[in-house]
Nanobody
Framework: QVQLVESGGGLVHAGGSLRLSCAAS????????MGWFRQNPGKEREFVSA????????YYADSVKGRFTISRDSAKNTLYLQMNTLKPGDTAVYSC?????????????????WGQGTQVTVSS
């Protein structure tokens, strides 16, 4: 079993930055593909970014490309999402996810483990 706990969310003005963290416990996620998704009430979960194992290839939604950066620290068993130039449209609950195997990492179904999420609110 893998437990994922997000942190780093909060309230920020448009143009500001936040860094989300996703700490894994239970077992190492060093060999897992990992991703970030976001969701607002009444809306579908939306892919934000993913990073593969091995290789560390990264993928981003068009809406965040050039503003967000995903990274992982295997030694700390932690996933990060650096979010810059935030916009009100980035407001959502952000959740991290981990999964083994292949498939389209933009699809939530390829991930087995999920965190509870952290709220990000961007004011205009």
């Amino acid at each position: 079993q893998v437990q994922l706990v997000e942190s780093g969310g909060g309230l920020v003005h448009a143009g500001g930055s936040l860094r989300l963290s996703c700490a894994a416990s239970g077992r190492s996620v060093g060999s897992y593909n990992m991703g970030w998704f976001r969701q607002n009430p009444g809306k579908e979960r939306e892919f934000v970014s993913a990073i593969t194992w091995p290789g560390g290839n990264t993928y981003y939604a068009d809406s965040v490309k050039g503003r967000f950066t995903i990274s992982r620290d295997s030694a700390k068993n932690t996933l990060y999402l650096q979010m810059n130039t935030l916009k009100p449209g980035d407001t959502a609950v952000y959740s991290c996810a981990a999964g083994l195997g292949g498939g389209d990492l933009r699809r939530s179904t390829v991930y087995r483990y999920w965190g509870q999420g952290t709220q990000v609110t961007v004011s205009s």
